[in-house]
Structure formats: C-alpha cells, structure tokens
C-alpha cells in the first residue's frame, strides 16, 4: 500500500529557530494536508495543498506540494513554545476520499 | 457547533473482553474514518463510511474488529474478543466531503487491554 515517509522524525531546537521538516510518498498524490497533534487530542489540519508546486502560507507555516506529487514540504519560522507537538503530513490519491499519514515528526523546543 | 466526540476516553479492560467504542460525527459530514494510533505504526485507517455505508474495511485488522454506523450521527467500533495487542488510541474523524479534504478528529479513546 501508499506509503509517507516523514523526516526528521524528531527535532529539538530552540523558541525562535526556523523548523523545516518534509514528507515523501511513493505514490502520487492529488493532495497534500499538514495536520499538528498536540497531547492527548486529535491532530488538527494546518495546511492543505491541492496543485502541484502550490506554496501556501499560514501565518508562520508555509506549505509546499512538491512538483512530482510525490512530496511536500512544512517550514514553520520563528518557533514559539505552542508549537510543540507532532506534525503529521497526510496525503490523498485521484478519486480516493481517504487519507494516508505519515510517520509523524515531533517537535520539541528547549527553553 | 459541536465537534466530533468519541467515548469512552479511556478504557482499561482484561483480555478476552469485548470493547465497543463510540463516535458521534459532525452533524452535516457525509464520511466518518476510525484510525487507530500507535508509537509502532502511527496512524492506521481502518475503515471509513460515506453517508452510514462502510466504504473501505480493508484496514481493519481482523476479524474481531467490526464497526457499524447505524445512522448519520452515530458509529461503534468494536473488538472482540480483545487482546494486549489492540491497545492503542482510536480516533474517529467526520469529513464534510466537499472535496476540501480536512478531516475532524475527536479527542479519542485510549484503549489498555491487559
């Protein structure tokens, strides 16, 4: 079946680093979402992309499907203590209404 | 407006007992998908419906897992009989199906089987 492979798998950084993390399928898909987990609740959809090499922001998140399909990736800047959590990335085939997630990176921001 | 809520939250339970699990969607959301979520797998769909009928089953485990939604605004997932090795959270998420593609997660249920 669809795999999505996310790196890394965890980050420490420091309250105001840029974050880069990125997603790869090894099918193509016709869309890209970014979701956030934070404990003890379900993850909650950040960013949703839905035409190759589309670059969408959200406030500090910005979002890029990959020109294959077949990636994309999430940059969060100036990371504040809020953005702890597991970013998930999520992808969805041509006429298929489920979603496929990733392995999940989670982010940690020392004091 | 109230989002997707999920019962129990927790659940310990001994091996060999039956577990029923239960979603009430987003009212209006014409998909509801159950995952289940593990440090050793992530996230896993095992089944979703599109208005109350089961679409795709092919990720539930075994045959002791089955689900039903009855109606619009109410679906059970259960296990039985339940083994240590189900212990996981199990999310269930409702999906306007408006082709936007955002899912609604509850909170979920942390299910221990001991």
């Known amino acids: 079946g669809q795999q999505l492979n996310q790196s890394p798998q965890s980050m420490f950084i420091q309250e105001g680093e840029d974050v880069s993390m990125n997603c790869t399928s090894s099918?193509?898909?016709?869309?890209w979402l970014w979701y956030k987990q934070d404990p003890g609740e379900g993850p909650v959809l950040l960013i949703a992309?839905?035409?190759?090499?589309e670059l969408t922001s959200n406030g500090r998140l910005t979002a890029q499907f990959g020109i294959t399909r077949k990636d994309s990736f999430l940059n969060i800047s100036a990371s504040i203590p809020s953005d702890v959590g597991i970013y998930f990335c999520a992808g969805r085939g041509f006429g298929n209404e489920k979603l496929t997630f990733g392995t999940g990176t989670r982010l940690t921001i020392i004091p | 407006d109230a989002g997707v809520i999920q019962s129990p939250r927790h659940e310990v339970t001994e091996m060999g007992q039956e577990v029923t699990l239960r979603c009430k969607p987003i009212s209006g959301h014409d998909y509801l998908f159950w995952y289940r979520q593990t440090m050793m797998r992530g996230l896993e769909l095992l089944i979703y419906f599109n208005n109350n009928v089961p679409i795709d089953d092919s990720g539930m485990p075994e045959d002791r897992f089955s689900a039903k939604m009855p109606n619009a605004s109410f679906s059970t997932l259960k296990i039985q009989p339940s083994e240590p090795r189900d212990s996981a959270v199990y999310f269930c998420?409702?999906?306007?199906?408006?082709?936007?593609?955002?899912?609604?997660f509850g909170e979920g249920s942390r299910l221990t089987v001991l």
């Open positions: 099918s193509i898909f016709n869309t």
């Open positions: 998420a409702s999906d306007l199906g408006n082709g936007v593609g955002e899912l609604f």
């Open positions: 992309l839905y035409k190759a090499g």
